[in-house]
């Protein structure tokens, strides 16, 4: 049996596959808008159990595209992380950050930097318990002696 491609729908399409929903239309009538089969949307409305996701949007605290492309002019001019941090009104240790984790002083590239970031606000992230053995031995066994932090 021949496997078909997988579907990719757009951020658009997303976005009024979600509406139709909301208006109660079946699966089979919105995958009729697509001329797709009415199991690629029940796959996309399935991730987040038919609720819609809320939009994304950025933390008012976190670096914006101009503060990168600004990070990555004064980096090709050879200047000091603390005299980027005060031109910008922020931490050295955040301009440092922010350089170290996105290529260094030699590869630093504000486009990347700013999609990096954005990738990394995905969720959901894998719970820490999953992700660090030790840690989730600890909490069963302070659970089964039920302690409390208290």
Not at 122 to 131: H, M
Request: proline letters at 5%; aromatic letters at 6%.
């Amino acid at each position: 049996m021949k496997q078909k491609p997988r579907i990719y729908y757009s951020d658009s399409q997303k976005a009024l596959m979600w509406e139709r929903w909301r208006q109660d239309d079946s699966l089979q009538k919105i995958a009729q808008l697509f001329g797709r089969n009415h199991s690629s949307v029940e796959r996309i409305l399935a991730e987040t159990s038919g609720i819609c996701p809320a939009k994304r949007s950025r933390s008012r605290l976190a670096l914006t595209l101009a503060e990168r492309e600004e990070i990555s002019r004064a980096v090709v001019a050879g200047q000091s992380t603390r005299s980027i941090a005060v031109r910008l009104g922020r931490a050295p240790l955040t301009v440092s950050r922010e350089i170290r984790r996105n290529g260094g002083l030699d590869g630093y590239r504000a486009a990347q930097a700013d999609q990096r970031a954005w990738d990394r606000t995905r969720r959901p992230k894998p719970c820490k318990l999953v992700t660090n053995p030790k840690l989730a031995g600890i909490v069963a066994s302070k659970l089964q002696v039920q302690w409390s932090p208290e």
